[in-house]
Nanobody, 119 residues
C-alpha cells in the first residue's frame, strides 16, 4: 500500500507565498508522477502541477510562472512552491501519486490540506 502525507497549507494574504510538501511511503514504483490537485469550494478537482519520475512537468495555465513543483526521488517527496498567491488559489490541495507497472496504473491521494488566500 501507499501513503501520502501532506503538510504546509494555511492562510496567507494575496501576494504571499506558501510551500506544500508531500511524502510518499510504501510500494513506490520507478515510473510515476507525483503532483498536486486542488478543489475550490463548489468546484471540481483540477490539476495544479505534476512532475514525472523523469523530471518532466505539467502546470495548469492559471499557475504558470507563479508555482514551481519539484521532487526528491530518493525521499519520494514532492514540493509545491506557491508564490504571488491570489484569492482564486483558495482550495483544498491534494497530493497525488500515479504510478505504472506494466499496463496497470495505480492512483493514490493524500488527505488534503487547506490553502486560503485572503484579499
Amino acid at each position: 500500500q501507499v501513503q501520502l502525507v501532506e503538510s504546509g497549507g494555511g492562510l496567507v494574504q494575496a501576494g504571499g507565498s506558501l510551500r506544500l510538501s508531500c511524502a510518499a511511503s510504501g510500494s513506490i514504483f520507478s515510473i510515476n508522477a507525483m503532483g498536486w490537485y486542488r478543489q475550490p469550494p463548489g468546484k471540481e478537482r483540477e490539476l495544479v502541477a505534476r512532475i514525472f519520475s523523469d523530471g518532466s512537468t505539467n502546470y495548469a495555465d492559471s499557475v504558470k510562472g507563479r508555482f514551481t513543483i519539484s521532487r526528491d526521488n530518493a525521499k519520494n517527496t514532492v514540493l509545491l512552491q506557491m508564490n504571488s498567491l491570489k484569492p482564486e488559489d483558495t482550495a483544498v490541495y491534494y497530493c497525488n501519486l500515479r504510478q505504472w507497472l506494466g499496463v496497470n496504473a495505480y492512483n493514490y491521494w493524500g488527505q488534503g490540506t487547506q490553502v486560503t488566500v485572503s484579499s
